[in-house]
T-cell receptor
Framework: SQTIHQWPATLVQPVGSPLSLECTVE??????LYWYRQAAGRGLQLLFY??????ISSEVPQNLSASRPQDRQFILSSKKLLLSDSGFYLC?????????FGQGTRLTVV | GENVEQHPSTLSVQEGDSAVIKCTYS??????FPWYKQELGKRPQLIID?????GEKKDQRIAVTLNKTAKHFSLHITETQPEDSAVYFC??????????FGRGTSLIVHP
């Protein structure tokens, strides 16, 4: 069966520090991969999606970047965090139908 | 692209009452409509879904209806319980395209 791993679960980082969140998927090949953010409120804001290795599409301009170095690995990064980057980050992959979410990372920038 | 509107943003009911959450979508080619439940601090998880060739689907206390002509779909929860309290997201998807999510509904069930 397919599983998705996302880590860390919580992270507290100072302003200006770098960020790296990692997500890996098991049990499927060539998945579509996504990074979402939930800031204040409840909406799922799509940040990046990837349909294959090295293929990244950005939905909104921001202080973050994403990379997909391997088929089942998706990384969210920042060179210098801002206070506004705080939020709940969710990695997801989708089959032909539903999306499966990782457990999320609660990022607090202080 | 697809646009999904979800209402209400907050819904407060008494235990045992029914709850209805409504979504509309803009892309008539969308053919898959999942609903996700997200408990506080946890990941969204699929609770029910419906495809465009079906008008209604039921699973115990939850049901989803789809009106393709009007491009809207709804989640119905009967006999609500406190553990139903969560944020619910609808989504619409066309084939293997990116799913588009609604903004979420915070359901509060009072004991």
């Amino acid at each position: 069966s397919q599983t998705i791993h996302q880590w860390p679960a919580t992270l507290v980082q100072p302003v200006g520090s770098p960020l790296s969140l990692e997500c890996t998927v098991e049990g499927t090949s060539n998945p579509n991969l996504y990074w979402y953010r939930q800031a204040a409120g409840r909406g799922l804001q799509l940040l990046f999606y990837s349909v294959g290795i090295g293929q990244i599409s950005s939905e909104v301009p921001q202080n973050l970047s994403a990379s997909r170095p391997q088929d089942r690995q998706f990384i969210l990064s920042s060179k210098k965090l801002l206070l506004s980057d705080s939020g709940f980050y969710l990695c997801a992959w989708s089959s032909a139908s539903e999306a499966f979410f990782g457990q999320g990372t609660r990022l607090t920038v202080v | 692209g697809e646009n999904v509107e979800q209402h209400p943003s907050t819904l407060s009911v008494q235990e045992g009452d029914s709850a209805v959450i409504k979504c509309t979508y803009s892309d008539s080619a969308s053919n898959y409509f999942p609903w996700y439940k997200q408990e506080l601090g946890k990941r969204p998880q699929l609770i029910i879904d419906i495809r465009s060739n079906v008008g209604e689907k039921k699973d115990q206390r939850i049901a989803v209806t789809l009106n393709k002509t009007a491009k809207h779909f709804s989640l119905h929860i009967t006999e609500t319980q406190p553990e139903d309290s969560a944020v619910y997201f609808c989504a619409a998807r066309r084939g293997s395209y990116i799913p588009t999510f609604g903004r979420g509904t915070s359901l509060i069930v009072h004991p």
